[in-house]
């Protein structure tokens, strides 16, 4: 990692391998930036919350006859997982339609390839990302979407390898408009230059895909994607192509 110069920014990049201890961090990190710092992913947060624990009974004077480890662990090392003699703590996950509030909100990643596993254990598979983007192309191909324009790779959309067309995308927000859970997902949607959209960003490509209701009460799903584009500001000029739908 580097100091960048002022006014540069964060280009600070992180990356820590699926249960590692080491991560790498490469990038800048301009000079009077005013974050604090970025976030990253737990590489193993089961070890992580065993780990804290462990450190918080030591401080409080409890010690442990072993070192913190995981049913993962353990059963690489063939060792006998233990049956539970205790609950200490039960924590409940957040509702679903919460999940998803700050997963369009915020556009968290994490969250997207873990609802992706989610959805292929759901369906008796699995919880890969592989079988999560299987299920979800032959869910919306019963539906009547070709699945030739489906191409999911992850939950995330970071993949280059994600291809979804704006006509199978549009059918699918036009579809769903009928579910019950609909409105979760409305109230979900970031609000963009007046618009419940969703922003899709990658290294030159630029999307949004959401719903308009226009001053006459008329109603439009929206997708618009630009793809390879050079140059700068492509979101302001694509804002003012959303504009001739008020």
């Keep these: 990692m580097k100091t960048g110069t002022s006014g540069s920014g964060d280009r ?4 820590i391998p699926p249960y590692s201890n080491v991560a790498y961090l490469r990038g800048s990190w301009g000079i009077g930036i005013g974050k604090s710092g970025i976030s990253v992913a737990l590489p193993d947060p089961a070890f992580d919350c065993a780990y804290r624990l462990q450190d918080t009974l030591k401080r409080l004077g409890i010690s442990a006859s072993q070192p913190a480890t995981t049913t993962r662990i353990m059963n690489l090392n063939n060792q006998v997982i233990p049956g ?4 200490i703590n039960t924590i409940s996950s957040p509702t679903l339609s ?29 919880a890969t ?19 030739s324009a489906l191409n999911i790779i992850d939950g995330s959309g970071l993949s280059p390898g994600d291809r979804i067309t704006t006509s199978a995308m549009a059918n699918v927000l036009f579809q769903i408009q009928k579910e019950n859970w609909f409105p979760d997902f409305y109230r979900a949607l970031p609000e ?55």
């Design 12 to 15: 600070s990049y992180a990356f």
């Design 192 to 246: 963009y230059n007046g618009m419940k959209i969703k922003s899709g960003t990658i290294n030159d490509v630029s999307a949004f895909a959401g719903y308009h209701t226009d001053p006459s009460g008329n109603k439009y799903v929206i997708v618009i994607n630009i793809n390879n584009y050079s140059g700068s500001g492509i979101n302001k000029k694509l804002f003012r192509v959303l504009d001739e739908l008020k």
């Design 84 to 87: 539970i003699t205790q609950k």
């Design 129 to 147: 990302t592989a079988k999560g983007a299987e299920t979800e192309i032959n869910y919306w191909s019963a539906t009547g979407i070709d699945k």
């Design 98 to 126: 919460e999940i998803i509030y700050w997963f369009l909100k915020k556009s968290i990643n994490l969250y997207g390839e873990s609802l992706l596993k989610t959805i292929a254990l759901k369906s008796g598979m699995p």
